[in-house]
């Protein structure tokens, strides 16, 4: 159903995105909670057992393929190498944890230096830290491909920057009026003043 959504907002702002998957999530899980509670199920004992078969079992992993909406069931072993094969590139880097815990810390000091010019709520700068994980990697085996590669997603959801995003994707927001795009940072730039 969130996959179902998330298509259909494809022409959205991320920050408009985002707010309605949120919206809709909340919706979906209080429905189900609803259900659960009064012992309602929509599948049998023996898919239910299917499924925690395969939730229970650590040598494979259960994930969405590239497209078509397909499940592929994978050795975990050969998820991690692929995903490893695709890592080990030109295209990638290895970085620090350290290097995060630098700009995290730069941008707590410019959040405290904006509050402290009263330029920022003090609750906006509380919200933009609320998230404090690093985004991560996943990768979604491509059905579709010769030897079934692996793309990868990294996963910015309910990260440090997700709540960032959205804020500026609010404030940004008046700056679109029907523009799709902008043609270089001094053109951002000139429409913020």
């Given at each position: 159903m ?5 298509a259909?907002?494809?022409?959205k702002?991320?920050g408009?995105?985002?707010d309605?998957?949120?919206?809709v ?17 929509n599948?049998?004992?023996v ?14 992993i259960v ?7 397909k499940?592929?069931?994978?050795n ?43 330029e920022?709520?003090k ?14 990697v996943r ?5 579709h ?48 003043y």
């Amino acid at each position: 159903m969130i996959a179902g959504v998330e298509a259909g907002l494809y022409n959205k702002s991320i920050g408009v995105k985002e707010d309605i998957i949120s919206e809709v999530k909340k919706v979906v899980n209080m429905h189900l909670d609803r259900y659960t509670k009064l012992g309602v199920k929509n599948l049998s004992k023996v898919q239910l057992d299917a499924i925690h078969y395969l939730k229970s079992d650590e040598t494979i992993i259960v994930i969405p393929a590239d497209k078509g909406k397909k499940v592929v069931v994978m050795n975990i072993d050969d998820y991690i190498k692929k995903v490893e094969d695709k890592l080990n590139t030109k295209d990638y880097i290895v970085e620090q944890n350290d290097r995060f815990k630098t700009i995290k810390k730069k941008f707590e000091i410019l959040l405290s230096e904006l509050v402290g010019k009263k330029e920022m709520e003090k609750e906006t700068m509380e919200y933009l830290l609320s998230d404090k994980n690093i985004p991560y990697v996943r990768g979604q085996v491509e059905v579709h491909k010769e030897g079934s590669p692996m793309r990868i997603i990294v996963s910015m959801r309910d990260t440090m920057s997700s709540n960032l995003t959205k804020y500026l994707a609010k404030i940004t927001k008046s700056l679109a009026d029907g523009v799709r795009c902008i043609k270089s940072t001094q053109e951002f730039i000139k429409q913020l003043y």
